[in-house]
C-alpha cells in the first residue's frame, strides 16, 4: 500500500498547472488595453428593438496642424429617421473571453476534482497552485438640426462640439456630393467617386465630420496623464438609425487599396457577423463576458443614462486585412451562435456538471478497476461502483471503505465457525493494493478525458 501512496503522490505532483491554471491574471483584450483611434478604424454598437446606435471613433490625429480633415460614412437609412451627435471618450470594456473562461473554469474544476480526490497527499500541490496564482496575480457646447441646401446637396443636421462639426447630408448624385465635400477640403478620387455612386438614390444618408475648430479639437482631444503627460481621448461621432441588422460601413475603406487598417467593432449582446469570403480569413470574432461595466459621465447619453451595466455582454469583430479587400460593408445579425449560448449558460452551472463528474468518474473507475483486479473472485458492479462514492469522501474515505470492504471469502463452515465465537472477520486480500493503484489512474484518466471531450464539443 506504501509503493502504491508513493506512485500516487508522484502521479499528482505531475500535474500542478492544473491547478494554477485559472488563478494567473491575463489580458483578454489586447486591442482594448492598448486603444489607438489614430491607427485603426473603432466602433461600439448597440441594437435593440430595430434601432441600432453606433459610435465611431473620429480616426484624426490629435497632433494634427491643419483644419482639412475631412472624415465620412454611409448609414443605411433616410435622414428622417436618422439622429448624429458627437462624443468624446470610447466604452473601455474589460471582459474575459468566454471561451478561454470556459475552458479555465473547466481545468479549474478538473483540477478540483483530482486533487479532492487525492486529498492529503495533494495539498502540497495545492499550496504551490495558489502560491503560484498569486504571483501571476456631457459636454455639449451647441448641437442641433439644421437644414439647408446648397447645389445638390441637402444637410439634415449639423452638429458643432469640441472643434468638431459633424453633418447628415443627402446628394443627388456623386458629382453635387464630391463638390459639396471639395468645400471642406476633400477631394474624393475617381475610385471613391465610383464606391459612393452606390450609396446615392438607395435609402442612405452621409454622415460628414471635420474639424472646425483646430485649437479645441486638439484641446479636447487629450487630456492630462500620469506626471504631466498627456494622453490622446478618442471623440465620436454617434449615429442612431433604424435597421433590420446591424450595420458597419466599410466599403468606403477600399480606397485605401493595399494599405492594412485594422478594424475594430464592438457590439454589445452576443451577435453574429455575416463575414463575406474577401474578408472571412482574416477576421476574428471573439465574445467577452464583462461583470459590471462602470459608464463614465461622458457616455451616459450612449448608455441611456445608466450608471452600470451589470454582465454586459459583448462581441469584438476585429478585421485585419488589405483595405481593398472591403467589397462590401459588414452585415451582423443579432442573433448568438449555438456554441457560444452553450458554453455562457454551462458556465453558470459549471459547478453542478463538476459534482455530477466526479460522482460518475468515480464509479466508473471502481467499475473498470474491479472488473480487472478481482476477475477471479468477482465483486457485483453495484458493489463496485458502490465502493466508488467513497472516493466522494476523498482518498481517506475511499481507503477506508476498501479496507474493510469484503472482497474475499472464507471457506463457509471456517467462517461459520469464527462467527458463533463471536469474533469479526477481516480477510486480508493483496489485490486491494493494485485496485487502489489502478482506481485512481481510471479516475484521472476519466476526468482528463470528460474534460478534453467537453473542449471539443463545445
Not at 191 to 218: A, L
Request: proline share 4%; aromatic share 14%; with cysteine.
Amino acid at each position: 500500500m506504501k509503493k502504491a501512496l508513493s506512485f500516487l503522490l508522484i502521479l499528482v505532483l505531475l500535474l500542478p498547472a492544473v491547478f494554477a491554471d485559472g488563478m494567473v491574471l491575463v489580458i483578454d483584450d489586447e486591442d482594448m488595453w492598448g486603444f489607438h483611434p489614430e491607427k485603426q478604424q473603432t466602433a461600439f454598437i448597440r441594437y435593440n428593438n430595430g434601432i441600432e446606435k453606433m459610435l465611431i471613433s473620429v480616426d484624426i490625429d490629435a497632433n494634427i496642424n491643419s483644419e482639412k480633415a475631412v472624415w465620412l460614412f454611409p448609414v443605411p437609412s433616410t435622414p428622417e429617421y436618422v439622429e448624429i451627435d458627437i462624443m468624446k471618450g470610447f466604452p473601455m470594456v474589460r471582459g474575459k473571453d468566454i471561451d478561454r473562461e470556459f475552458n479555465d473554469r473547466l481545468n479549474n474544476n478538473m483540477g478540483f476534482m483530482l486533487g479532492y480526490s487525492t486529498f492529503p497527499i495533494s495539498l502540497p500541490v495545492l499550496y504551490l497552485g495558489l502560491f503560484a496564482g498569486r504571483m501571476g496575480n456631457a459636454l455639449s457646447e451647441s448641437a442641433g438640426f439644421y437644414k439647408g441646401s446648397a447645389d445638390g446637396v441637402t444637410i439634415h443636421q449639423t452638429v458643432e462640439m469640441m472643434g468638431l462639426t459633424s453633418e447628415l447630408v443627402t446628394a443627388e448624385n456623386e458629382v453635387f456630393f464630391n463638390n459639396y465635400l471639395k468645400e471642406k477640403g476633400l477631394e474624393l478620387p475617381l475610385e471613391s467617386r465610383i464606391i459612393i455612386k452606390d450609396y446615392i438614390g438607395e435609402k442612405y444618408s452621409f454622415v460628414v465630420s471635420y474639424i472646425s475648430d483646430i485649437e479645441k479639437y486638439k484641446s479636447e482631444a487629450k487630456t492630462s496623464g500620469y506626471k504631466g503627460y498627456n494622453k490622446a481621448v478618442p471623440l465620436g461621432v454617434v449615429v442612431n438609425f433604424p435597421t433590420e441588422e446591424i450595420y458597419f460601413p466599410l466599403k468606403l475603406t477600399k480606397v485605401y487599396g493595399a494599405l492594412e487598417i485594422p478594424i475594430l467593432v464592438y457590439v454589445e449582446e452576443y451577435v453574429s457577423p455575416k463575414l463575406y469570403k474577401q474578408i472571412k480569413k482574416e477576421t476574428e470574432v471573439t465574445y467577452y463576458k464583462q461583470n459590471s461595466f462602470y459608464v463614465t459621465n461622458e457616455l451616459k447619453k450612449f448608455f441611456d443614462g445608466k450608471n452600470r451595466i451589470k454582465d454586459m455582454k459583448y462581441t469584438k469583430i476585429k478585421i485585419d486585412t488589405k483595405s481593398d479587400n472591403f467589397d462590401e460593408d459588414l452585415w451582423i445579425k443579432n442573433s448568438t451562435p449555438i456554441s457560444v449560448a452553450i458554453k455562457d449558460k454551462v458556465l453558470n452551472y459549471l459547478w453542478i456538471l463538476g459534482i455530477f463528474l466526479f460522482i460518475l468518474c468515480s464509479m466508473i473507475a471502481s467499475l473498470f478497476a474491479g472488473k480487472v483486479i478481482f476477475r477471479k473472485y468477482p465483486l457485483s458492479n453495484i458493489k463496485l461502483m458502490l465502493l466508488g462514492l467513497w472516493n466522494c469522501l476523498t482518498l481517506v474515505g475511499f481507503l477506508i471503505a476498501l479496507t474493510y470492504m469484503k472482497t474475499k471469502r472464507l471457506d463457509p463452515e471456517i467462517e461459520q465457525k469464527i462467527k458463533e465465537e463471536g469474533m469479526n472477520i477481516v480477510v486480508k486480500d493483496s489485490r486491494k493494493i493494485g485496485f487502489f493503484f489502478l482506481f485512481y489512474l481510471f479516475f484521472f484518466i476519466l476526468v482528463l478525458s470528460f474534460s478534453f471531450l467537453l473542449k471539443i464539443i463545445l
